[in-house]
């Protein structure tokens, strides 16, 4: 089974800048594409980026030039670097691990999540 433990959330103001980091155990992390999803109050939940196992990114339109998605295979871990943060990027953040085929399909295991809350 794969732990996931995401971190890095708080109060921000819009405009500013946050990283979220997401430590993977429990599997070869580096075999793996990495995905960052959001869900909001009252909303599904959404794919903001992932990154496959060749560091191929991809962003969701609402986000692509402002946030950045990295991987170190050697920690296990994945990033998301959220910058001009925007009040509707206000949810709970979630890493998952996936499988790519053309696309990013998650799969079953989740971390608790990080709250990032955009106000002023």
């Known amino acids: 089974q794969v732990q996931l433990v995401e971190s890095g959330g708080g109060l921000v103001q819009p405009g500013g800048s946050l990283r979220l980091s997401c430590a993977v155990s429990?599997?070869?992390?580096?075999?793996?594409?990495m995905g960052w999803y959001r869900q909001a109050p009252g909303k599904q939940r959404e794919l903001v980026a992932f990154?496959?196992?060749?560091?191929?990114?991809t962003y969701a339109g609402s986000v692509k030039g402002r946030f950045t998605i990295s991987r170190d295979n050697t920690e296990k871990t994945v990033y998301l670097q959220m910058d001009s943060l925007k009040p509707e990027d206000t949810a709970v953040y979630y890493c998952n691990q996936g499988a790519y085929s053309g696309s990013y399909y998650p799969q079953d295991d989740w971390g608790q999540g990080t709250q990032v809350t955009v106000s002023s």
């Open positions: 990154i496959t196992s060749r560091y191929v990114t």
């Open positions: 429990g599997s070869s992390f580096s075999m793996y594409p």
